[in-house]
């Protein structure tokens, strides 16, 4: 019986910030943090450390045509008022706060977004995956919709963690699992939601000055999205994605390129400039084996919609590159990436909710999607539009 992704649900977070909105906060809470650091050092001068912050903003980070916006649930980035800040409290921690309080902060955000995803819901889903790797608390979010909900015996929770940018194909294959053991235990129709709540900009260290810090920090954005996996014996949802098939592969000497550990203030992130050029020479082999995974020729794919985590607009532009796509079968990557930035594993979940909602993408078109992530991981997946 046919798998079908659909009914996607986005919440987009509190505040909404233009391209050169988080040049000047990023340049103002560095300045801030060293003139913390550096408070004895006779003739250190914080405005022109703030304008080479800037400076150095403008030439590392994406630029204003690829990452016009970017999205956080966190209001501390909405003025530079840093001695009355929790978070980011600068003026006298310049690293910002502990991995404690930014846990503490990720367990509400996260809880109150899954309350706004399932605002109006009554009928429980068989099963809820919840998917991040920004945030950890036990009992968790997920935990606490079904406890308030009173779903605590109608409703499955799976977690999905610490996987990172990739995460959200994982989650599909993994409720894919779930619906198929269902179905050979007689259940016909069943419903698996997937939940995301990635705040990414909760990790920012206003400390570290470095250009692959800066590129992290005005790359990565906070995203909400819920959606479900489905199978319906009734038949395909009208506005849905047929689940084809899946592949994974670890880039070979790769190991060093993408990192995401548990730091003493929030998570550190280690993101190679190297990425693009190690996926790029994997790309036209693993799309094969992707269609032979999904039951297609190669060729099959040739007019498909790309839906690829836009890591960064090179990464986009190298996909386009080696498979030899044209603007238009990546368009909805580089919207997203433009509009609110690199959400990690939620990302390619709103890149799939785009395309789901465009008039022009007829029945039967493909979708081929890629995502990257640490390891150095590449994971795709085929999808027909229903």
């Given amino acids: ?33 060293e003139t913390t650091l550096r408070a004895q050092e006779p003739g250190f001068d914080p405005a022109a450390f703030r304008r080479q912050m800037e400076r150095h903003l403008r030439r590392f980070a994406p630029s204003p045509e690829t990452v016009g916006f970017r999205y956080s649930d966190i209001a501390e980035f909405n003025d530079e008022n840093f001695a009355d800040k929790d978070l980011f409290p600068v003026d006298r921690a310049p690293q910002g706060a502990g991995t404690g309080a930014r846990m503490d902060a990720f367990a509400v955000m996260a809880e109150r977004a899954l309350t706004a995803l399932y605002a109006g819901e009554e009928e429980a889903p068989d099963e809820i995956l919840h998917v991040t790797c920004t945030g950890y608390s ?19 929770l799976t977690h999905v963690y610490h996987m990172g940018c990739y995460a959200s194909l994982p989650a599909v294959r993994i409720a894919d699992g779930y619906l198929a053991s269902a179905a050979a235990r007689g259940k016909k ?18 400390a570290r000055h470095d250009p692959e810090q800066l590129v992290v920090q005005s790359l990565f954005s906070d995203g909400f999205i819920r959606y479900a996996l489905a199978r319906a014996a009734g038949g395909a949802p009208a506005r849905a994605f047929e689940i084809l098939g899946f592949a994974e592969k670890i880039v070979p000497d790769s190991l060093v390129d993408i990192g995401w550990a548990p730091g003493d203030f929030g998570m550190r992130m280690t993101l190679s400039r190297d990425v693009p050029d190690k996926v790029g020479p994997q790309l036209d082999a693993f799309v094969s084996a992707l269609a032979e995974a999904s039951g297609l020729a190669r060729g099959d794919l040739t007019g498909a919609v790309y839906a690829v985590h836009p890591g960064g607009p090179r ?22 990436l433009y509009e609110r930035g690199n959400m990690s594993s939620a990302t390619l979940p709103h890149i799939w909710d785009r395309i789901l909602r465009d008039p022009a993408l007829g029945p039967g078109r493909y979708v081929v999607s890629l995502a990257f992530g640490p390891g150095l991981t590449l994971y795709g997946s085929v999808m027909r539009r229903t």
Avoid at 5 to 33: E, I
Avoid at 321 to 329: K, N
């Fill in 189 to 206: 129709d069943g419903r698996c939601d997937i939940v995301h709540t990635e705040i990414c900009s909760l990790h920012l260290n206003p």
């Fill in 315 to 336: 990464i986009v532009d190298k996909v386009e590159e080696w498979l030899g796509l044209s603007p238009p079968q990546l368009v909805a990557s580089r919207e997203i």
């Fill in 138 to 156: 036990a009992p968790s979010a997920a935990q606490k919709l079904a406890e308030d909900r009173g779903w605590q015996d109608r409703v499955r």
């Fill in 1 to 33: 019986m046919p798998v079908y992704l659909h009914d996607f649900r986005v919440h987009l977070p509190a505040f909404r910030g233009s391209h050169s909105d988080v040049v000047r906060w990023l340049a103002a809470a560095h300045a801030r943090a």
